[in-house]
């Protein structure tokens, strides 16, 4: 399953919002700006020149997928209790020497081909 990559989210989603932010501030501004989410919302976090990121999609039951693009490819639910704990390799991973980061956040009423 392939994940659309920032250009992709932008030109198809109407209600995407995107922002530059702090990689020091990543992970506080995740977990905060992922409980707002509504169901089937996703929120984005891409390098500067959005070669590589994840998607943060929130599902129903208690569970996210988590997308991964750039250095590695890789999609998989995690229980939202275990969010920080499989965030952490993956923003170390993705984005080794960033400094800032953009943050996308959809209201997910839009259906993307690549999501699944």
Not at 27 to 40: F, G, S
Not at 70 to 88: N, P, Q, T, Y
């Amino acid at each position: 399953m392939r994940a659309p990559v920032y250009g992709e989210c932008i030109a198809c989603c109407q209600r995407a919002v995107a922002v530059l932010i702090l990689f020091s501030q990543v992970m506080t501004i995740v977990q905060l700006r992922y409980r707002r989410l509504p169901e089937r919302g996703r929120l984005g976090v891409f390098s500067f020149k959005k070669d590589r990121g994840f998607w943060l999609e929130k599902l129903a039951d208690g569970h996210c997928r988590l997308s991964e693009f750039g250095f590695r490819s890789d999609c998989r639910m995690i229980a939202v209790c275990h969010l920080e704990a499989e965030l952490k390799p993956v923003i170390k991973l993705e984005f080794p020497r960033s400094y800032k980061l953009h943050l996308v956040l959809e209201a997910g009423t839009q259906t993307h081909a690549g999501s699944g």
